[in-house]
Every structure is written in C-alpha cells, then in structure tokens.
C-alpha cells in the first residue's frame, strides 16, 4: 500500500522521518570524528610519553624535568606518578625501572607497590617491580615499559 499524501509534491511522513534520521546521524558521525585528533592523546597500549616531546627518543635532555630523588624509591618496591601515568621501582639496590601505570587489563590506573608487586585496585591485578610482568591476574598481559635516567641522585624519564 502506498502512502498518500493531500498535498501534490509533498513529502511522505516516511520520507521526513528518513531524512531527520539521516541528518542526526551525519552530525553524530561528525562530531565523533573529531574526538580522537589530539596529538599526543595516551593510549593505554602505548607507553608513557617522558618529558621529552618525543618520548625520549633523542635529545631533549634539558627539557626533562626530575621524577624523584633515588632515595624516594625504596628497594624492592616503587612509587607510582598519576600524572606521568608511570611506576618507578627500585628491584635490587641500584637497579632503576619504570612501566606505565594503566593496568593491561581494563586500563585502570595501578595504585600502589607492595611486597614486590605494582598493584591494580580495580580488579586485584599485580606486576612484578623487576620486569612489569604479571604476577596475579586477571590481567595477561605485562605492564609495558617506560625509560629512565638517573643522573646522580636524580630519576627522569628518558
């Protein structure tokens, strides 16, 4: 059965629904294409960026500005950066590492480090201070790495 409508030419109530239809789905599509255009937007499958523009891949060394002082980071444990997104943890004596901070698993942020472990509140997930690799799911997949430096008594991100 056709729709008909009293008015020659004029359009069917199908036709008018269809079209608004269209047009928000065209200001949705719109909208949404612009949300991801940011330069240097973190990724929780991507590493830390430093304090470095380029994520310390070359010079800049200037630029980086200090995380912590080495005796900040007790050994066997580490401290975790909210703002950076990263952990830093000291293993043995001497012996500086950093991981990102957003749990493999569902990408929350890690909380702590204790008994050895950088530990997600959201799900129980741990990581091992000395290689970010899983210690206690439901997280498979380990923290991945971020670069530091330590200059004297100092720790950067490189």
Do not use: W
Not at 17 to 39: E, Q, R
Not at 100 to 118: L, N
């Amino acid at each position: 059965m056709a729709e008909t409508t009293g008015i020659a030419g004029a359009p069917t109530r199908r036709a008018v629904v269809a079209g608004v239809g269209a047009a928000g789905l065209a200001a949705a599509l719109a909208a949404c294409g612009d949300s991801n255009d940011s330069a240097g937007a973190y990724s929780p499958a991507a590493p830390p960026q430093g304090g470095t523009a380029d994520g310390g891949q070359g010079g800049g060394d200037g630029a980086a500005q200090a995380l912590a002082k080495t005796t900040d980071i007790p050994v066997g444990g580490g401290t975790v950066f909210a703002d950076k997104k990263v952990v830093v943890c000291q293993p043995t004596a001497g012996q500086f590492k950093a991981f990102s901070a957003i749990c493999t698993h569902q990408g929350c942020a890690v909380k702590d480090v204790v008994d050895g472990t950088i530990n997600c509140p959201c799900h129980g997930s741990k990581f091992n201070v000395a290689d970010g690799s899983v210690a206690a799911g439901p997280a498979t997949q380990p923290l991945p790495a971020a670069n530091v430096k330590v200059q004297g008594d100092s720790i950067t991100l490189a």
